[in-house]
C-alpha cells in the first residue's frame, strides 16, 4: 500500500523500525497505559457533550496558528508511547516528513497542524480528555479500541440504549454526525475547517482514530465520503507515526518556511 510505502520513507529520518511504533505492550512508560484508564472510565457520551458546549463555540481567544505551536513546546504527549519530544517538535518533524517526499502544500501544512489542538492542555484541561486514541461514543466499545478492558468502568456501559452496534445512531449515518470521544481532533477541526480541503479536515478530525482507519472498526457507521476520505487519513498517518525521532528540528531555522505557509491558508489570528 502507499501508506506503508510512505511510512518506510518518513521512519529513515527515525529512530526506530516501522513495527515498534505504536507497541502498548511495552511498559517503558507506564503513564501511558494509566492515561488510558482514566480515558476510558470517564470519556462519557455525556461528557462529550458538555465539551463541545463548553469549546466549540470558539469564543476563548484569538491567536495565530504558529503562535499557538510555539506554546506546544512546553507539552509531551502522556499517550505516546513512542517519543517524549515536545509537541512542537513532533509537529516539525512530521511536517518535514511529508515536505521531504514532495507532498502538496496543504497536505505540509496539515501534517505541521494536526495536533494544535493540544493546547487544552495548556488551558487546564487533564490529558487524557485531550490525547490520545478517539472512538464513538453512544454506541458500544469496539474491542479493536486500545485496552479495550478499560472500558469496564465506564458509566455509559449501564444504558443499554447505548451499547448496541449503531447505538443512538443510525447505520450509514455518517461520521459527522457521530460524537467522537473529546479530545484535540475534534477541536482543532472547528478551528481550522472553513480554510483547509476536506481531505484536510478529514486528516485532522480523525487521525486519532485507529480503530477506524487502521483495525477497520466502525464502518456501519460510515457513509460513502467518509470511507473515500478515510484513505486520505491513512495517507496522512505515516507521517504523524513513523516521523518521530529523537533529534530535536531546529525551530529557528524552520520557522520563516513555515510561518509562511501558514499565511498562505489562515489569517494572522484564528478563534479559538
Given at each position: ?5 510512505d ?9 526506530k ?21 482514566l ?5 462519557t457520551l ?27 513546546e512546553?507539552?509531551?504527549d ?19 516528513a ?16 494536526h ?33 479495550p ?14 451499547q ?70 491513512r ?14 528540528p ?13 499565511a ?9
Amino acid at each position: 500500500m502507499q501508506a506503508i510505502e510512505d511510512g518506510k520513507r518518513a521512519s529513515a529520518a527515525g529512530k526506530k523500525e516501522t513495527s515498534e511504533f505504536r507497541d502498548y505492550r511495552a511498559e517503558a512508560r507506564p503513564s501511558v497505559k494509566e492515561l488510558y484508564r482514566l480515558n476510558h472510565e470517564n470519556q462519557t457520551l455525556s461528557f462529550v457533550l458538555e465539551k463541545e458546549r463548553r469549546y466549540l463555540s470558539l469564543h476563548r481567544q484569538r491567536a495565530g496558528m504558529w503562535e499557538v505551536l510555539e506554546r506546544l513546546e512546553r507539552l509531551v504527549d502522556d499517550s505516546d508511547p513512542d517519543t517524549e519530544q515536545s509537541q512542537i517538535a513532533h509537529a516539525l518533524q512530521s511536517a518535514e516528513a511529508a515536505r521531504r517526499d514532495g507532498q502538496p502544500p496543504w497536505f505540509v501544512l496539515t501534517a505541521l497542524i494536526h495536533d494544535a489542538g493540544k493546547v487544552l492542555c495548556l488551558w487546564g484541561e487533564p490529558q487524557w480528555a485531550v490525547v490520545g486514541d478517539t472512538f464513538p461514543l453512544g454506541c458500544a466499545f469496539s474491542d479493536r479500541i486500545v485496552f479495550p478492558e478499560l472500558f469496564a468502568n465506564n458509566p455509559d456501559l449501564q444504558n443499554p440504549r447505548s451499547q448496541t452496534p449503531c447505538g443512538i445512531y443510525e447505520e450509514g449515518c455518517g461520521l459527522a454526525e457521530v460524537h467522537m470521544s473529546w479530545g484535540h481532533d475534534e477541536y482543532l477541526y472547528h478551528v481550522v475547517k472553513d480554510y483547509l480541503p476536506m481531505e484536510a479536515q478529514y486528516m485532522i478530525r480523525y487521525h486519532s482514530f485507529y480503530a477506524a482507519h487502521r483495525e477497520g472498526a466502525y464502518g456501519h457507521l460510515m457513509n460513502e465520503q467518509d470511507r473515500r476520505m478515510m484513505e486520505w487519513v491513512r495517507r496522512f498517518n505515516p507521517y504523524d507515526l513513523y516521523s518521530k525521532a529523537d533529534a530535536p528540528p531546529d525551530v529557528a531555522r524552520l520557522r520563516p518556511y513555515y510561518q509562511d505557509l501558514l499565511a498562505t491558508y489562515f489569517p494572522d489570528e484564528l478563534r479559538w
